[in-house]
C-alpha cells in the first residue's frame, strides 16, 4: 500500500505522517516512512541541489531534477517494499510536482504530468492526503526558519500552487482527499484515520 501527503510547507504533512506510521505500527503493519525529494542517498544529494539557494535552477531544470530524485527512490525502495507486503508513506509525491512546477512555476501541464508519469514508472498512490492551508497560517507557521530555495519564491508563487493543489484534488477526488487543516493537530488527524479506514476497511 502507498499513501502520499501533500501540502505547501508548513501545512503539516510530516506531523500527520508520523502519527499515521505510529498508528498503523500500532495495528502490526511493517511501516516505511520516505520523504520527496530524498529517501536515497542519491536522492538527498538530488535535494541539497534543488534546496540550494546559491544555485539559481531553471524551472525545466527543476522538473526533471524532482523527478530524477524520484526515479530512483521509486525503483530502489518504494516499489520493492510495497511488493513485500509494507506499508509506505510518502511525505510528498509527484503532485507536489504538478503543483509546485506546473502550477506554480507555469510549465506545460500535460508535459509535468507526462514526466512526473514516467519517474514513477507507473505508480500511482493508493490513497493521498492533500493537507490545505491558506498562505496566512503558512506564513504563521513557518515564521523565523531559515527558508531554503522553494520556499524563498514569493507569495504569488504560493498562491498558484494552493490554487493548483485545490484543482488537482478537485479533479483527483478519488485518491486526493482534500483535509482542511484545522488548529489542533489532533483534530486533523482524526479526519485522516476516518477517510483511511473507510477507504481500507479491513484496518
Ligand atoms: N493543525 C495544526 N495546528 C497548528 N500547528 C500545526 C498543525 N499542524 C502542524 N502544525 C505545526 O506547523 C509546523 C509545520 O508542520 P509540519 O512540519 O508537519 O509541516 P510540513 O507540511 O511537513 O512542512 P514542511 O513542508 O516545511 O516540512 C510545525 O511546527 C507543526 O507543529
Ligand atoms: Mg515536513
Known amino acids: ?30 511501516v516505511i516512512k520516505l520523504r520527496e525529494p530524498g529517501g536515497t542517498i542519491l536522492s538527498e544529494k538530488i535535494r541539497e541541489l534543488l534546496l540550494d539557494k546559491s544555485i539559481p535552477i531553471p524551472p525545466m531544470t527543476e522538473l526533471l531534477l524532482f523527478n530524477s530524485a ?29 503543483a509546485y512546477q506546473a502550477f506554480g512555476r507555469e510549465l506545460n501541464y500535460e508535459n509535468v504530468i507526462t514526466i512526473n508519469d514516467l519517474a514513477a514508472g507507473g505508480l500511482i498512490p493508493d490513497l493521498t492526503f492533500y493537507i490545505d492551508i491558506d498562505l496566512e497560517t503558512h506564513k504563521i507557521r513557518t515564521l523565523g526558519k531559515d527558508l531554503d530555495r522553494m520556499e524563498s519564491s514569493g507569495d504569488e508563487f504560493y498562491k498558484k500552487v494552493i490554487e493548483g493543489y485545490r484543482k488537482l484534488s478537485e479533479t483527483n477526488e478519488n485518491r486526493i482527499k482534500k483535509i482542511i487543516s484545522k488548529n489542533e493537530i489532533s483534530d486533523t488527524f482524526n479526519e485522516i484515520i476516518d477517510i483511511f479506514e473507510n477507504k481500507f476497511n479491513k484496518i
Not at 527512490?73 to 510518502?90: D, N, R
Open 70 to 98: 524520484r526515479s530512483f527512490l521509486v525503483e530502489t525502495i518504494i516499489k520493492p517494499a510495497i511488493e513485500s507486503g509494507k506499508i509506505v508513506l510518502c511525505d510528498r509525491f509527484y503532485d507536489s510536482t504538478t
Open 1 to 30: 500500500m502507498f499513501i502520499t501527503f501533500e501540502g505547501i510547507d508548513g501545512s503539516g504533512k510530516t506531523t500527520q505522517l508520523n502519527l499515521l506510521a505510529d498508528y498503523l505500527v500500532e495495528k502490526g503493519y511493517e
